[in-house]
């Protein structure tokens, strides 16, 4: 059995070298060479699912209490006010975020997997020794071999992804392993809250009895006088406030979910070394929001907290930072050379306070629903206006998408019938115009279509010239779709 000579090896490393049979050995009289310390920042990233922007204390909601887990995240770091999703779809979504790239140059264009020659963020981490963690929505990033988990919890370990206690139990688990290798770490933390089925509602009533698989109560059940209707969904409807209440709901224990992963990460003593970033992978699963290009589809609450890095309580109003930029970020965060050919670039520096150019602008994408439909559609859009292409709309093709499924589509149909307003809503919800131009200070729902009118034209003649140069420079498959329309 070797003994080690001065200075040659850690205490790990030859213990490591010499196995459990070494540990006993009288080492005192050598000299350990100094062991390494863990100087690559950890990373938290906590995704949530179908969360409008305005849910949060922080961004608005009137609920009181509804969300004090993430409003004391944000009160911690900085809350982007205008961050968005580069698709507002699940899948997609987090193909985009995982490598940096639109969904036409990663290959995700809807629920595929990604293309196997594109660099994936955890592709990146391993090789520089970080140990690479995801719970809940596992398969949403296909294929698995592409990502390199070295921890995963999954549904049978998981569930329907909505238990507060479940994602404490495996955070810690992830944390703890990650002390005891001495590795940094990369933890992709996804709650299932507050997707459909909402907590209390019929349909959670319906997925139980098909499903073995038992979704927890929640700790709170709103009641429809207690809820606000978002500006894009008509008000007055008894079925409609019944499910937005019901939403909140979800909200509020999706809260209690990110509470105990950030509980989690304290009690393991990295919660200052630790970069957490947090935001949504889409709006709400109601009509114009998730699975579209709306403000409200893609708007997502965009917090950052670095302790001693970004500053406490600070709110950015007017950088528009988007999804494509995640990978960027958590690479320059750790220290990572960058990957070439992303689409998005780091905003860490903006994070810390400072200015960065060309902040003016995000292109947004839908091309393919969760039902396999295409309904390919392109945003550019600024702080001010909002320019969408609909290259699906014909006049003849409907729209179908999951926000239709529940109480607020059908109430909102059945209310068509004597309300002409909410009956030109429905009908344009299903089949749209090719294109559609918003001033947002005025109209930040997006009600008033102005792609007509002459007071604008400049102002969509610049935005649609933006986006044929996005469409050009990235090879988008819309691409030959809008020269022909603008011609």
Same mark, same amino acid.
């Given at each position: 059995?070797?003994?080690?000579?001065?200075?040659?090896?850690?205490?790990?490393?030859?213990?490591?070298?010499?196995?459990?049979?070494?540990?006993?050995?009288?080492?005192?009289?050598?000299?350990?060479?100094?062991?390494?310390?863990?100087?690559?920042?950890?990373?938290?990233?906590?995704?949530?699912?179908?969360?409008?922007?305005?849910?949060?204390?922080?961004?608005?909601?009137?609920?009181?209490?509804?969300?004090?887990?993430?409003?004391?995240?944000?009160?911690?770091?900085?809350?982007?006010?205008?961050?968005?999703?580069?698709?507002?779809?699940?899948?997609?979504?987090?193909?985009?975020?995982?490598?940096?790239?639109?969904?036409?140059?990663?290959?995700?264009?809807?629920?595929?997997?990604?293309?196997?020659?594109?660099?994936?963020?955890?592709?990146?981490?391993?090789?520089?020794?970080?140990?690479?963690?995801?719970?809940?929505?596992?398969?949403?990033?296909?294929?698995?071999?592409?990502?390199?988990?070295?921890?995963?919890?999954?549904?049978?370990?998981?569930?329907?992804?909505?238990?507060?206690?479940?994602?404490?139990?495996?955070?810690?688990?992830?944390?703890?392993?990650?002390?005891?290798?001495?590795?940094?770490?990369?933890?992709?933390?996804?709650?299932?809250?507050?997707?459909?089925?909402?907590?209390?509602?019929?349909?959670?009533?319906?997925?139980?009895?098909?499903?073995?698989?038992?979704?927890?109560?929640?700790?709170?059940?709103?009641?429809? *006088?207690?809820?606000?209707?978002?500006?894009?969904?008509?008000?007055?409807?008894?079925?409609?406030?019944?499910?937005?209440?019901?939403?909140?709901?979800?909200?509020?224990?999706?809260?209690?979910?990110?509470?105990?992963?950030?509980?989690?990460?304290?009690?393991?003593?990295?919660?200052?070394?630790?970069?957490?970033?947090?935001?949504?992978?889409?709006?709400?699963?109601?009509?114009?929001?998730?699975?579209?290009?709306?403000?409200?589809?893609?708007?997502?609450?965009?917090?950052?907290?670095?302790?001693?890095?970004?500053?406490?309580?600070?709110?950015?109003?007017?950088?528009?930072?988007?999804?494509?930029?995640?990978?960027?970020?958590?690479?320059?965060?750790?220290?990572?050379?960058?990957?070439?050919?992303?689409?998005?670039?780091?905003?860490?520096?903006?994070?810390?306070? *400072?200015?960065?150019?060309?902040?003016?602008?995000?292109?947004?994408?839908?091309?393919?629903?969760?039902?396999?439909?295409?309904?390919?559609?392109?945003?550019?859009?600024?702080?001010?206006?909002?320019?969408?292409?609909?290259?699906?709309?014909?006049?003849?093709?409907?729209?179908?998408?999951?926000?239709?499924?529940?109480?607020?589509?059908?109430?909102?149909?059945?209310?068509?019938?004597?309300?002409?307003?909410?009956?030109?809503?429905?009908?344009?919800?299903?089949?749209?115009?090719?294109?559609?131009?918003?001033?947002?200070?005025?109209?930040?729902? *997006?009600?008033?279509?102005?792609?007509?009118?002459?007071?604008?034209?400049?102002?969509?003649?610049?935005?649609?010239?933006?986006?044929?140069?996005?469409?050009?420079?990235?090879?988008?498959?819309?691409?030959?779709?809008?020269?022909?329309?603008?011609?």
């Amino acid at each position: 059995m070797e003994t080690p000579e001065k200075g040659k090896y850690t205490r790990r490393d030859f213990l490591t070298r010499v196995g459990a049979a070494g540990a006993g050995l009288a080492v005192a009289p050598y000299i350990f060479a100094e062991e390494p310390q863990m100087s690559r920042t950890n990373v938290l990233l906590i995704t949530v699912d179908d969360m409008d922007y305005a849910s949060l204390g922080v961004t608005g909601c009137k609920i009181p209490g509804i969300t004090p887990n993430i409003d004391a995240l944000a009160a911690e770091g900085m809350l982007f006010e205008q961050g968005h999703v580069t698709s507002a779809i699940c899948q997609p979504c987090r193909s985009v975020l995982m490598t940096g790239r639109y969904p036409h140059r990663n290959g995700a264009l809807g629920f595929e997997p990604i293309n196997l020659d594109t660099p994936t963020l955890t592709e990146s981490l391993g090789p520089a020794g970080y140990l690479n963690g995801i719970i809940g929505k596992v398969s949403h990033l296909d294929p698995e071999s592409k990502f390199r988990w070295d921890f995963a919890a999954k549904g049978d370990k998981i569930g329907p992804g909505r238990d507060p206690r479940l994602y404490y139990k495996y955070s810690k688990a992830f944390f703890e392993q990650a002390k005891t290798d001495g590795k940094p770490f990369f933890l992709m933390a996804n709650s299932h809250d507050p997707h459909r089925p909402f907590p209390g509602s019929a349909q959670e009533a319906g997925k139980a009895k098909r499903s073995t698989r038992k979704f927890p109560k929640a700790s709170r059940y709103y009641k429809p *006088e207690e809820v606000e209707i978002p500006g894009f969904l008509p008000d007055g409807i008894a079925d409609i406030r019944q499910e937005i209440a019901e939403y909140y709901s979800g909200v509020h224990r999706c809260d209690e979910i990110v509470g105990e992963v950030l509980r989690a990460l304290k009690e393991t003593g990295f919660e200052d070394e630790t970069l957490v970033i947090f935001l949504s992978d889409n709006g709400m699963a109601f009509p114009f929001a998730k699975t579209n290009c709306y403000q409200r589809s893609t708007q997502t609450p965009f917090i950052v907290r670095w302790p001693g890095r970004v500053k406490p309580n600070s709110v950015n109003h007017d950088d528009l930072v988007s999804g494509i930029d995640i990978m960027p970020t958590v690479l320059e965060a750790a220290g990572v050379d960058l990957v070439r050919g992303m689409d998005g670039r780091s905003f860490l520096s903006l994070a810390k306070g *400072e200015k960065q150019e060309g902040r003016d602008r995000v292109f947004t994408f839908i091309t393919r629903t969760a039902g396999r439909n295409d309904y390919p559609m392109r945003c550019v859009r600024s702080k001010k206006l909002s320019y969408i292409f609909n290259a699906w709309s014909d006049g003849k093709t409907v729209f179908k998408n999951e926000s239709q499924s529940g109480l607020t589509f059908k109430a909102m149909q059945a209310a068509a019938e004597h309300d002409e307003k909410i009956a030109d809503r429905v009908k344009f919800f299903r089949y749209r115009v090719r294109e559609e131009f918003y001033g947002l200070e005025a109209d930040p729902y *997006e009600l008033n279509n102005l792609i007509g009118a002459a007071e604008h034209k400049g102002a969509i003649a610049e935005m649609r010239a933006e986006l044929l140069q996005m469409m050009v420079s990235t090879n988008d498959p819309l691409l030959d779709t809008f020269k022909k329309e603008m011609s």
